[in-house]
C-alpha cells in the first residue's frame, strides 16, 4: 500500500491481464477522454509496461509524474497535457 500519495488520480485504468499493446491501447483512448491537467493511473501486469507506458507517455506529450511497483502490480501516474 503507498502512503505517499500526492497527487489524485482522476480516473483508474485497470489493464491487469492485457499485453502488449492492449494497456498503451487503452491508456491512449482513455486519456483522450479526460481533460487537461486530469490524471489518470494505469495499473498493469505485463512487464512490457514498464517501458512502453513511459515511453507512449512522453511521445504523447503527457506527464508521467510517478511510477511504482506493488507486488506483481505496475502503477503510473499520467497527467493529460493539452
Known amino acids: ?3 505517499d500519495k500526492e497527487e489524485k ?3 483508474v485504468l485497470d489493464c491487469v491481464g492485457l499485453y502488449c499493446p492492449a494497456p498503451v491501447m487503452n491508456a491512449r483512448e482513455t486519456i ?3 481533460s487537461p491537467g486530469d490524471i489518470m ?3 498493469a501486469d505485463d512487464l512490457a ?3 512502453d507506458i513511459p515511453r507512449w507517455a512522453k511521445r504523447s506529450g503527457h506527464t ?3 511510477s511504482w511497483k506493488e507486488e506483481s502490480e505496475l502503477h ?3 497527467q493529460k497535457e493539452e
Open 1 to 3: 500500500m503507498r502512503e
Open 41 to 43: 493511473e494505469v495499473i
Open 32 to 34: 483522450d477522454q479526460l
Open 64 to 66: 508521467l509524474l510517478k
Open 49 to 51: 509496461a514498464q517501458e
Open 9 to 11: 488520480e482522476n480516473y
Open 76 to 78: 503510473f501516474l499520467i
